[in-house]
């Protein structure tokens, strides 16, 4: 019987699990390091720059996600291919938005919305690491 087939359902939820807890802390991240880059004025307008917005949101997100990996054991390729997935959407989007097809908020929406597929592929590409079967 090859390995994928021998997956069980424990596997698959925790999988899906791990997936949640890189959402939370996605989130985590963009919301605390956000609030304390604003405190100390270093906050940026998605409609005034909003690539320098978004980079900055990445970044955050990036963090609270390697933060949480790292303390998860994941190794460093598994951790940078996740925090990539942040970036990503600004290859297809920042030209959008200097064409003047998109503004900042959508931007931002559509770069957040294109995050999840990303971050799914970037586990599904590891998936042993994330099924626990890794060794």
Same mark, same amino acid.
């Given at each position: 019987?090859?390995?994928?087939?021998?997956?069980?359902?424990?596997?698959?939820?925790?999988?899906?699990?791990?997936? #949640?807890?890189?959402?939370?802390?996605?989130?985590?991240?963009?919301?605390?390091?956000?609030?304390?880059?604003?405190?100390?004025?270093?906050?940026?307008?998605?409609?005034?720059?909003?690539?320098?917005?978004?980079?900055?949101?990445?970044?955050?997100?990036?963090?609270?996600?390697?933060?949480?990996?790292?303390?998860?054991?994941?190794?460093?390729?598994?951790?940078?291919?996740?925090?990539?997935?942040?970036?990503?959407?600004? #290859?297809?989007?920042?030209?959008?938005?200097?064409?003047?097809?998109?503004?900042?908020?959508?931007?931002?929406?559509?770069?957040?919305?294109?995050?999840?597929?990303?971050?799914?592929?970037?586990?599904?590409?590891?998936?042993?690491?994330? #099924?626990?079967?890794?060794?």
């Amino acid at each position: 019987m090859t390995q994928t087939a021998s997956r069980t359902p424990r596997q698959w939820r925790r999988f899906a699990w791990h997936y #949640l807890e890189m959402i939370i802390a996605m989130f985590a991240g963009m919301l605390v390091l956000g609030m304390i880059l604003s405190a100390i004025g270093l906050g940026f307008s998605h409609a005034r720059d909003p690539e320098l917005a978004y980079l900055l949101t990445a970044l955050n997100m990036s963090v609270g996600m390697a933060a949480w990996m790292r303390y998860r054991g994941h190794g460093w390729a598994g951790t940078l291919e996740m925090c990539g997935a942040m970036f990503a959407p600004a #290859l297809p989007l920042f030209p959008l938005l200097w064409l003047g097809l998109i503004d900042g908020g959508a931007l931002m929406t559509l770069a957040h919305v294109a995050m999840f597929p990303l971050m799914l592929a970037a586990m599904l590409w590891r998936r042993d690491e994330y #099924l626990g079967c890794a060794t």
